[in-house]
Each structure stands twice: as C-alpha cells, then as structure tokens.
C-alpha cells in the first residue's frame, strides 16, 4: 500500500521537523522575522571586490563581448557590439528572514529573505536591424541601445540539503527549451552525492524594473527601437524566470566545510609560521 | 617607495570598507548584534538529515574504522577497533553575530559569531597497550575506553573573499608538521582563481570539554588509561588546533551561485513539466 507508506514517512518527517524546531528554539508561526545586516556587509565586500577586478583588467568587457557574439541571434538583428558597461555601485539589501514549511518540497524547513537591490546596471549595444521583407535585406537600419536593469526585489527561498535526500529524486532538470540543453547528461545527479546542496529560487512575484533608451537617431526614423528593447527585456526576464523563479530552483553543491589540511591557512606574518617545526607551539597552545 | 605604496593601499581600503559599510547602513561601533535562529534551524535540517544517513547504513562505522586504521600510532598502542559511535542528537546554536574589522587580514570585514554545542559525541575503541620496556612486549594490557566531545563553544570568525584577492598573497598554507601534508603542492592557489571562498577560525579561548571513561577493568589494574584517555583528548585537540584557531584558518573555495540551466530543477509534480515543450508557459510568466 504505497499510500500507507507516504503517509508513515509524511509523519516520520513531521516529528523530525518538529523534534528540529524545538531543539533550535524556533516556532514557526510566532518567530518574529530576524535582520541580515551582517549577511549585508560581507555580501557587499564580496561584490565591491569583483567589482574592482571587473573594472581593472576589462574582464567584464571581454567575457560579455564573447557571450554575445555566441547567443543565437533573431534573423532581423545583426552581429552585436558592446558600448557600454555599468555594472553598479550599490549593494542588495536582505532582510526579514524567517524559517517556513515549503509547501513544495513535503514540508521542508526553508529560509525566505526578502532581498532588494537599487542599483543601474547597463548595458550598451550598437547593432544593425535588418529587415528582410519583402525580401532579405531591404533594409539596414543602424541601431545604438542600452538596456538598465533599475531595480530588483523579490522573496528569496534558500534552504539545505543533504545531496543524498529524496527531493532529488522528486525533481528533474528544468526542461528549457535551448540548444544547450542537449550538453547536459544522466551524470549530473550522481556528481551530487554525499554532501551538502545550496536551493534556492524567487517567489514568482519579484519585480524587475528596466529602463530601455535610444541613443542615436531621430525615434520617428527608428520605430523598431521599442520592440527591440522588448526583445532584450524579455530575454533577460525570460532567462531569470527559466532558472530560478518557482517552481524551479537552482540546486548548487556545496564544498565540505569540514576543516582539512589542505584548506588550513595562516597569515605570513604569523611569528610561528617561521618557525621551521612548529610542534612546540602547538603542544603550547593546546594546553590553553 | 613600499611603505608609501602600502599607505595608499591602506587607505584606498579603508575608503573602500567604509563606502561598503555605509551603503549597507552598518555601523560598526553601535549595530547592535543579531540573531541567527533561522540560520540554526537550516543547519539542524542538515545535521539531521547526515545523522540519518550515517545510522542507515553504518556509513560512520566504517569510515571511522578505514581511518583509525590508516592512522598512525604510537608504538605503545596496538590496532584501534571501534565498539561505541554516538553522533549525538543536539544542534548547535550561532548566536550574536557582529561585523568587525579583522586586525589580522588588514582590516577585512568579518562575521564573528557565537557558537555553542551541548550534545554527548561518542567514541568508545577497544586497543591494547604494549609495554615495550624493558624489552618488546614486556607486557600486554587489553584497554576499552570511551571519549566523549561533551561541550564545545567559541567565537567563529567568518568572511567572504574573492579568491583573487591579495589575502591569499599574504598567506601560507600552514605548516603542519604531519606525512600528508607532502602530498600538496604549487597548484593549490591556482585553483582558488576566479571565485570567492569561505574563511573561517575560531578565536583562540575556545572551550573544548571532554570526557574519557574506562570501560572494563579495575582502576588499579589500568593505570595507563589515563595516559591513554590524554593522549586522545590531545590529538583531538591538536587537529582543531592546527586547522581552524586563530591565527589559523580554513579557506574554501565556494562555487559560483550565478543560476545556471544545468543547477537549475523543478519539482516532478509541476504541470508545467509533463509539457514537452513548455515556451508558451514561460512567455505567459513573462509577461508578469
């Protein structure tokens, strides 16, 4: 009787859920919601530090140029050249975070964090419209555009778990429809056994807020503009929607936080680190 | 120049750390301390689901005996063999959580967080002890004891880096006076290019407190085991030691949460995934 089966392994799951929440203090129905400030500050140094690495080297530039001369094209766009990158100078903001039962993955205990970020990151393109009616290349029109993402906010859901766990059994790879797709095969699931997996995804009501602008010409003589700064929009909101607006999630492992040898580090200027065999120190130190 | 250059340097960090604190509205000197329960209640989920997973299958019986086997020991000690494993049933608690400056890593950002287990580890082996004085095997005494991890509290420090970052130039991987530490080499800080890592320690007044029990024999005619009972302790203690106190710290290289298609799931039970071709669902959420 497979019912009777989920309904003793349901009950199971609730008592470990419950037997979780009590031992960690936490009611899930009165818990007052905590702040993330500190998660804030080292989230922002993280970026401000690919930021400048970003800026220093033209690496943004470079990785971004060769991503679009990759993506597949519509046949009424040319090749596309890079004008402009902003990549921001503000921080996303997390805040009121609060444990719930996910309803999606059988009760699950997840995070939900609201997260807003007011920021202008830009992209600026020059590109050529090619309109290919009545007959291929009629027209060329030259087109310079940029597109800002002005602002983000949503609820974010994050919780962990051990790779081994039958939600990966519940789920699949999201069927996107892209012919990258075919790269995957039937070896990502077994890569993830035996550790610890990041989820998380947005609830489908965030908000992402685009400004679009035209940057040369007259509008009365580029009238597709707007339906090209369409075009990129939903791209971009389609690939965000595709990958990580529920039901879909994104499922990233996680390395091993147990502490190994071959991760240990100590700063140079550490006295002990000169010395050769620093044995001593340590037999002193373990006496502490 | 090089002291002036590392003014600048300084400085520039220093106007840096500040924008970031001041963008992410946190003071230094006055935030007030925050809780982490939903963060504890995540990591209990996880823990919980590990200890499952261990008493499943004996997983932990038998790695932990592959390892005491491969162990070296002393000359006095014959083979270990494991009788008793308690992974414990309790969770520990982060609490507390501030930024502060790292006086270590030039004045970095970091979390220092309260951390607090009260729950029984337990490791119960039977071995015997070899006298080898006056000559080899003068005597042979069979020896059952049993530690116990019983408590553990500390002040974790924890910060994001990005793996390009200067830090990694100011450290070493650290000396640790043991035969594996041979088998790494130049290629370690390679590898961390490109990413951000984790850095954690623990300052050095942690508290670590045991228990050793005898478990067969009179006292009188064990007089070794306390010897023996120390000797463990000790090395348990060594290996904290040397990975993760301050000055020491462990640094992991975090994968990138950047959503990707082949990270990205959905639950099985989602209709949209039983349409083979599922553009039309995404254009519809697109228009949200």
């Known amino acids: 009787?497979?019912?009777?089966?989920?309904?003793?392994?349901?009950?199971?799951?609730?008592?470990?859920?419950?037997?979780?929440?009590?031992?960690?203090?936490?009611?899930?129905?009165?818990?007052?919601?905590?702040?993330?400030?500190?998660?804030?500050?080292?989230?922002?140094?993280?970026?401000?530090?690919?930021?400048?690495?970003?800026?220093?080297?033209?690496?943004?530039?470079?990785?971004?140029?060769?991503?679009?001369?990759?993506?597949?094209?519509?046949?009424?766009?040319?090749?596309?050249?890079?004008?402009?990158?902003?990549?921001?100078?503000?921080?996303?903001?997390?805040?009121?975070?609060?444990?719930?039962?996910?309803?999606?993955?059988?009760?699950?205990?997840?995070?939900?964090?609201?997260?807003?970020?007011?920021?202008?990151?830009?992209?600026?393109?020059?590109?050529?419209l090619l309109l290919n009616h009545p007959k291929p290349l009629t027209a060329v029109l030259?087109?310079?555009?940029?597109?800002?993402?002005?602002?983000?906010?949503?609820?974010?859901?994050?919780?962990?778990?051990?790779?081994?766990?039958?939600?990966?059994?519940?789920?699949?790879?999201?069927?996107?429809?892209s012919s990258s797709t075919s790269t995957l095969d039937e070896g990502e699931k077994g890569k993830l056994s035996n550790g610890t997996a990041l989820m998380f995804s947005f609830a489908s009501d965030y908000r992402l807020e685009f400004e679009v602008r035209s940057l040369i010409g007259a509008r009365s003589k580029l009238q597709d503009v707007p339906k090209i700064g369409n075009l990129v929009e939903s791209k971009l909101r389609e690939w965000f929607v595709e990958r990580c607006i529920e039901p879909r999630f994104q499922l990233i492992k996680l390395p091993s936080i147990w502490p190994r040898k071959k991760n240990t580090r100590e700063p140079l200027n550490n006295p002990s680190s000169n010395v050769d065999d620093n044995t001593s120190t340590l037999n002193a130190e373990e006496d502490s």
């Open 142 to 177: 030259p087109v310079s555009l940029s597109v800002s993402i002005v602002r983000f906010s949503g609820c974010l859901s994050v919780s962990l778990i051990s790779t081994s766990d039958e939600v990966l059994e519940d789920t699949t790879l999201a069927n996107i429809p």
């Open 1 to 128: 009787n497979l019912a009777a089966i989920d309904g003793n392994r349901d009950s199971e799951f609730d008592s470990l859920t419950s037997s979780i929440l009590e031992k960690t203090y936490y009611n899930v129905e009165t818990h007052q919601p905590e702040s993330l400030d500190w998660f804030n500050v080292l989230i922002a140094q993280t970026i401000s530090q690919f930021r400048e690495e970003a800026l220093n080297n033209d690496n943004i530039y470079h990785s971004l140029t060769e991503s679009l001369s990759k993506a597949p094209l519509p046949d009424y766009l040319d090749k596309i050249r890079v004008t402009e990158i902003d990549i921001g100078n503000d921080f996303p903001i997390f805040s009121n975070c609060r444990i719930k039962r996910s309803p999606d993955h059988g009760g699950r205990l997840e995070a939900k964090i609201d997260v807003d970020l007011s920021d202008t990151l830009t992209l600026g393109i020059e590109t050529k």
